[in-house]
């Protein structure tokens, strides 16, 4: 199996910057696609941005320009900076990833991390 622990969400001014870490552990072969998603109060999870073992990188609108996500493939680890927060960005962050495990016989399977809160609030 596949744990994902995701870090550095927390309280922030409109107009700060956070970075988030999500961190996949476990019996991996290895890693395809990793991504951010948000859910906020009230509304259904959302996707925030994907990158391809590759480095491709994909971004829902509402975030071009602010966010940008990056991975490192060794430590099997994705990443979320997060610049000129919105209160609007107010939501719960999870990670997920599409892994091979074991002797890496398919197929991929998609992984979740347990979320981390971020608030973006004066």
């Known amino acids: 199996q596949v744990q994902l622990v995701e870090s550095g969400g927390g309280l922030v001014q409109p107009g700060g910057s956070l970075r988030l870490s999500c961190a996949a552990s476990g019996s991996i072969f290895s890693i395809s696609d990793m991504g951010w998603y948000r859910q906020a109060p009230g509304k259904q999870r959302e996707l925030v941005a994907t990158i391809t073992r590759g480095g491709s990188r994909n971004y829902v609108n509402s975030v071009k320009g602010r966010f940008t996500i990056s991975r490192d493939n060794a430590k099997n680890t994705v990443y979320l900076q997060m610049n000129s927060l919105k209160p609007d960005d107010t939501a719960v962050y999870y990670c997920?990833?599409?892994?091979?495990?074991?002797w890496g016989r398919g197929p991929y399977v998609t992984y979740w991390g347990q979320g981390t809160q971020v608030t973006v609030s004066s």
């Open positions: 997920n990833a599409d892994a091979l495990t074991g």
